[in-house]
Nanobody, 127 residues
């Protein structure tokens, strides 16, 4: 079955860290773009980060730049989102999505066009 599945969410105090995982099955990530998105309670979905796994090109939203980092484990066919210095405003359901592409355009501007979406994992930043 072709899918991506997120995990790693939870409750963390402000200033803490979490690492989210996006595990792909049914396909290999080599020529895909991975996007991380989030939707806060009552809010709209927003892009967090996009990464082209074929050339390493990566984009981060200004709100997370310097705090969040995408990485990859080829052996596990998994992409990670390391989130440091978390803030209460980072509280949201985080989704990963994947689409076969070499450029970040679909991820950044037309995310609804991405082929595979996970069901999300909740991140709560609170003391």
């Amino acid at each position: 079955q072709v899918q991506v599945v997120e995990s790693g969410g939870g409750l963390v105090q402000p200033g803490g860290s979490l690492r989210l995982s996006c595990a792909a099955s049914g396909f290999t990530l080599d020529y895909y773009v991975i996007g991380w998105f989030r939707q806060a309670p009552g809010g709209e979905r927003e892009g967090v980060s996009c990464s082209s796994l074929s050339d390493g090109t990566t984009w981060y939203a200004d709100s997370v730049k310097g705090r969040f980092t995408i990485s990859r484990d080829n052996a596990k066919n998994t992409v990670y989102l390391q989130m440091n210095s978390l803030k209460p405003e980072d509280t949201a359901v985080y989704y990963c999505a994947a689409t076969p592409s070499h450029g970040l355009g679909s991820c950044r501007y037309v995310p609804e066009s991405m082929d595979y979406w996970g069901k999300g994992t909740l991140v709560t930043v609170s003391s």
